[in-house]
Antibody
Framework: EVQLVESGGALVQPGGSLRLSCSASGFTVSTYTMHWVRQAPGKGLEYVSAISSSGGGTYFADTVRGRSTISRDNSKNTVYLQMSSLRAEDTAVYYC??????????????WGEGTTVTVSS | DIQMTQSPSSLSASVGDRVTITCRASQAISTYLAWYQQKPGKVPNLLIYAASTLQSGVPSRFSGSGSGTDFTLTISNLQPEDVATYYCQMYNGAPRTFGPGTKVDIK
């Protein structure tokens, strides 16, 4: 069964850092583009970041660009989103999702349950 | 960046009604358009991709149409379990922007 499990969410102070993990099973993360989407409390979905199957193509939303990196450990079949200089507006549930292809033109066919990041003092 | 809009932002309909949600892209995106359903407190779920292709396991009362800039999601026979927020998403390159969502309730 194809499954994604996120972890790493926590309560952090403004200015702090976090590394979110997305552990995959049932498929190989290096074969597909992998995505992060977040949802602030009571708000809609915001597309945050992606890493292509080759690992050479990455994307970051303007709201996190310069404060975030996305990476992949093929040996652990896991994708990571490292976020720093966290702000209150980064408070959200962070979902990891998989696309059915390895390039740019992919929708999101499998989602994890999400991990919660709360930025507050 | 391409912007996505949806209308209405919310609607209330009766069981058995036909419901239509519209999604508009600020630039043409061919048929690189997906629809997701997010039930309250749950994870988003893919309903439709390529504007009109039903994801496996999705009930046939859901359908999608459109190309270019204008798209629609139709629920032909609204059921109580369809109470959810529906999002469109373009995936014609990055960023794969989501629409703001349409909340569907039962009268």
């Amino acid at each position: 069964e194809v499954q994604l499990v996120e972890s790493g969410g926590a309560l952090v102070q403004p200015g702090g850092s976090l590394r979110l993990s997305c552990s995959a099973s049932g498929f190989t993360v290096s074969t597909y583009t992998m995505h992060w989407v977040r949802q602030a409390p009571g708000k809609g979905l915001e597309y945050v970041s992606a890493i292509s199957s080759s690992g050479g193509g990455t994307y970051f939303a303007d709201t996190v660009r310069g404060r975030s990196t996305i990476s992949r450990d093929n040996s652990k079949n896991t994708v990571y989103l490292q976020m720093s200089s966290l702000r209150a507006e980064d408070t959200a549930v962070y979902y990891c999702a998989k696309g059915p292809c390895g390039g740019d033109n992919c929708y999101l066919d499998v989602w994890g349950e999400g991990t919660t990041v709360t930025v507050s003092s | 960046d391409i912007q996505m809009t949806q209308s209405p932002s919310s609607l209330s309909a009766s069981v058995g009604d036909r419901v239509t949600i519209t999604c508009r892209a600020s630039q043409a995106i061919s048929t690189y358009l997906a629809w997701y359903q997010q039930k309250p407190g749950k994870v988003p779920n893919l309903l439709i991709y390529a504007a009109s292709t039903l994801q496996s396991g999705v009930p046939s009362r859901f359908s999608g149409s459109g190309s270019g800039t204008d798209f629609t999601l139709t629920i032909s026979n609204l059921q109580p379990e369809d109470v959810a927020t529906y999002y469109c998403q373009m995936y014609n390159g990055a960023p794969r922007t989501f629409g703001p969502g349409t909340k569907v309730d039962i009268k």
